[in-house]
């Protein structure tokens, strides 16, 4: 599934990606494409291949068929020139114990070019991290934090985050969110972003475009705006013969003796203006149920 026809290049691109972990195929065919500017949220179940397709993309795993692009170059061969201009937040904080806050900042601002030191030092007091302590010593969420900034700190083109807030308190996520998109020149591109979480609130808040992956598999991917406007829930009494099976029904269950349908507007033969618009953690629960 693609985002978009744009001719613009897109910022990030996977095309036929397959990747197996002993019998069991963690991503399944995946095809995406983000344009520049979009803030994308990946979302699905513990388990549904979201930590493995963004280390698929950033060139950390390599997938069995298929390939992945980042801003234009090839994930498994990213030059230097890229790699200045991405951030990656792993799922797991990847600190050196030893160090200080503080220390990490001042490693980091010596490998990216781009590095802004007051940057970085004035999104640490927004996030309420303590500079002097070291990584051992921080807690889950502070780590979190620090990981964040050093992803940050050197104003990148393109980001791509695993689960970047599920330690954070509620301030600093907000003030995480808000500084996705605080770029050093305001004129410039818009930043790129690919962001896993199962925070669906604070995602809905900030998202373009949602991919819904299921079992290594992308289910629903497209615009929030036409995705909240097209897909819709169609409760029916059971036995009914409305919507059958078809073009446009992304699932149905039952349920307390009613059916359940959710169904894309633009391609099912539904009613007009028929059911109810969905929120982001109302969608999820209907398409994994
Ligand atoms: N190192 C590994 N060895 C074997 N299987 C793995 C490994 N890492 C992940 N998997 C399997 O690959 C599949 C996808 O896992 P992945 O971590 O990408 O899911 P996820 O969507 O990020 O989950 P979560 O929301 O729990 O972080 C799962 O079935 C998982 O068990």
Same mark, same amino acid.
């Given at each position: 599934?693609?985002?978009?026809?744009?001719?613009?290049?897109?910022?990030?691109?996977?095309?036929?990606?397959?990747?197996?972990?002993?019998?069991?195929?963690?991503?399944?065919?995946?095809?995406?494409?983000?344009?520049?500017?979009?803030?994308?949220?990946?979302?699905?179940?513990?388990?549904?291949?979201?930590?493995?397709?963004?280390?698929?993309?950033?060139?950390?795993?390599?997938?069995?068929?298929?390939?992945?692009?980042?801003?234009?170059?090839?994930?498994?061969?990213?030059?230097?020139?890229?790699?200045?201009?991405?951030?990656?937040?792993?799922?797991?904080?990847?600190?050196?114990?030893?160090?200080?806050?503080?220390?990490?900042?001042?490693?980091?601002?010596?490998?990216?070019?781009?590095?802004?030191?007051?940057?970085?030092?004035?999104?640490?007091?927004?996030?309420?991290?303590?500079?002097?302590?070291?990584?051992?010593?921080?807690?889950?969420?502070?780590?979190?934090?620090?990981?964040?900034?050093?992803?940050?700190?050197?104003?990148?083109?393109?980001?791509?985050?695993?689960?970047?807030?599920?330690? &954070?308190?509620?301030?600093?996520?907000?003030?995480?969110? *808000?500084? +996705? !998109?605080?770029? %050093?020149? #305001? @004129?410039? $591109? /818009?930043?790129?972003?690919?962001?896993?979480?199962?925070?669906?609130?604070?995602?809905?808040?900030?998202?373009?475009?949602?991919?819904?992956?299921?079992?290594?598999?992308?289910?629903?991917?497209?615009?929030?705006?036409?995705?909240?406007?097209?897909?819709?829930?169609?409760?029916?009494?059971?036995?009914?013969?409305?919507?059958?099976?078809?073009?446009?029904? &992304?699932?149905?269950?039952?349920?307390?003796?009613?059916? *359940?349908? +959710? !169904?894309?507007? %633009?391609? #099912? @033969?539904? $009613? /007009?203006?028929?059911?109810?618009?969905?929120?982001?953690?109302?969608?999820?629960?209907?398409?994994?149920?």
């Amino acid at each position: 599934m693609l985002f978009d026809d744009d001719a613009a290049p897109p910022a990030l691109v996977a095309e036929g990606l397959s990747l197996w972990r002993g019998n069991c195929i963690a991503l399944n065919h995946i095809n995406l494409r983000v344009p520049v500017g979009a803030v994308v949220g990946l979302v699905g179940r513990n388990g549904a291949g979201k930590s493995t397709l963004l280390r698929c993309l950033v060139g950390l795993s390599a997938p069995d068929t298929g390939h992945c692009h980042l801003l234009g170059a090839p994930s498994l061969e990213l030059p230097d020139a890229v790699r200045e201009r991405l951030g990656y937040v792993a799922q797991t904080p990847d600190l050196f114990d030893w160090l200080t806050a503080e220390q990490h900042l001042r490693r980091f601002s010596a490998l990216y070019r781009g590095y802004d030191e007051r940057r970085a030092l004035l999104l640490a007091s927004q996030l309420d991290l303590p500079l002097g302590v070291r990584a051992s010593r921080l807690s889950g969420g502070d780590q979190q934090k620090l990981s964040v900034l050093l992803a940050l700190a050197h104003d990148p083109d393109l980001l791509l985050l695993d689960e970047p807030v599920s330690s &954070l308190d509620p301030m600093a996520r907000r003030n995480f969110m *808000r500084s +996705l !998109f605080e770029r %050093r020149d #305001a @004129e410039g $591109p /818009p930043r790129t972003v690919l962001i896993s979480s199962h925070l669906l609130t604070d995602l809905e808040r900030v998202v373009t475009h949602v991919a819904f992956l299921r079992a290594g598999q992308l289910q629903l991917v497209g615009e929030w705006d036409a995705l909240t406007e097209h897909v819709r829930l169609l409760e029916l009494p059971a036995g009914h013969t409305a919507l059958p099976r078809g073009a446009g029904v &992304l699932n149905r269950r039952e349920l307390a003796g009613r059916e *359940r349908v +959710l !169904f894309d507007a %633009r391609v #099912a @033969e539904a $009613p /007009p203006a028929a059911g109810q618009a969905l929120g982001l953690d109302e969608l999820f629960a209907e398409l994994n149920a």
